[in-house]
């Protein structure tokens, strides 16, 4: 039996399977987790995380023989892979198998704004259709350019799902990709170009903010920003001072930089869809993210490999 130590929650699924093969020590369970690590984290050679709760720093340095953490998620910006890969800890993630999800919300989130479903669904409850009349036209989602900010794994899926809407897709990363769409190197300069943007990089120092002021009064009064990456990744306050005064059109968002805090201001704002980041929150999809956690510590412990590496730990 190996001895995993875990942060956040998993679903009984994966307990069962876990629980076959290892001793889990849940840290909800504990009055004081970093305590218990004082004491026992000699034991633990296993971490089970998300990417939301990560492994906090003091965490990782208590538990000096920790041979590999997995996150329950693809985003691991709330894990040092700096320091695991320092300690020979190998950091795994779930790429690929959330890909279809992440891009229908995406989707999802651009249809709601563009059609400006939220309103039309409270025309008909509020009794408006029968005491007004029809409500105001709506804007059509065919043959839009799209930005695509990060045109990873998800970024392509979600170009490969807008396909049937007659889109433009274009995008921006920090290098170009092979691919038949349009890149541009300077992220404001797209923004001023497209209809609708949607981020979906990485979250951490290197795209913290990076849809700032600028970028957004580029994107401009017509435009819809969707964010389904990290709440980070756009200037929140600009973002919803942008909104308020028509400088920026429409938001959807799934993602939220104080998440689950979200600005009083932000929920008061009629041209915004907002979700309690949910991309991959269906029954399908997190039973493959689980799987592939569970996957990937049950592989380590029987032969010291792993399935889905973050690329710093690839080589390890
Ligand atoms: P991926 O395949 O690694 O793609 C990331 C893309 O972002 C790449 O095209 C990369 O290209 C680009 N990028 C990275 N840093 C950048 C920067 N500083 N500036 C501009 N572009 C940058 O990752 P993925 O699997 O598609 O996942 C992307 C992210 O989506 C995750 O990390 C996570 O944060 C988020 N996510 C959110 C949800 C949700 O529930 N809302 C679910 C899953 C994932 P270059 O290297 O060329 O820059
Ligand atoms: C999950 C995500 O909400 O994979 C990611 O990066 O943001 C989402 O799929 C999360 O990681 C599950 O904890």
Known sequence: MGELFMIGGATPVMMDRLQAKFTVHKASEMADPHAWLAEHGASIGYVATNGHDGVRPEYMAAMPNLKAISCYGVGYDAIDTKAAREKGVVVTHTPNVLNAEVATTAVMLMMACYRELLRDDAWVRSGEWEAKGNSPLTRSVDNQTVGILGLGRIGQAIADKLAPFGTTVVYHSRSAKEVPYKYYDNL??????????????????????????????????????????RGSVVDEAEMISALQDGRLGWAGLDVFEAEPHVPEALRALSNVVLLPHVGSATHETRAAMGALTVDNLLQHLEDGTVISPVPECADM
């Open 188 to 229: 404001a300069r797209m923004a001023r170009d497209v209809d609708c943007m949607i981020c979906i990089t990485p979250g951490g120092p290197s795209t913290n903010k990076i849809v700032n002021r600028e970028v957004l009064e580029a994107l401009g009064p017509n435009g819809t920003l969707i964010n389904v990456s």
